[in-house]
């Protein structure tokens, strides 16, 4: 399984985490941490390719580096 880890500059806040969270597990990634501090993600996609999780984020509005 692959692990990946981005930076996504527009988290500031924990509903931004809860957010985050809640929509790569709904697309079935396998671990997703969320840094409110760093503005990082780190995930172990499991099933989900890199471009499906890039496209669920900018779905809900972050942008991922």
């Known amino acids: 399984m692959s692990k990946v880890k981005y930076s ?3 988290i500031s806040c ?3 985490k809860k ?3 809640n929509v790569l597990y ?3 990634v396998k671990r ?3 840094s409110v501090e760093d503005k990082t993600v780190d ?3 499991g099933s989900v390719t890199e ?3 890039k496209e ?3 779905e809900i509005g972050f942008d991922v580096e």
Request: aromatic share 0%; with cysteine; glycine share 12%.
């Open 8 to 10: 996504v500059p527009g």
């Open 14 to 16: 924990g509903h931004c």
């Open 19 to 21: 957010s985050i969270e």
């Open 26 to 28: 709904e697309i079935g």
């Open 32 to 34: 997703a941490e969320v």
């Open 43 to 45: 995930i172990e996609l």
């Open 51 to 53: 471009d499906e999780m």
């Open 56 to 58: 669920a984020l900018d």
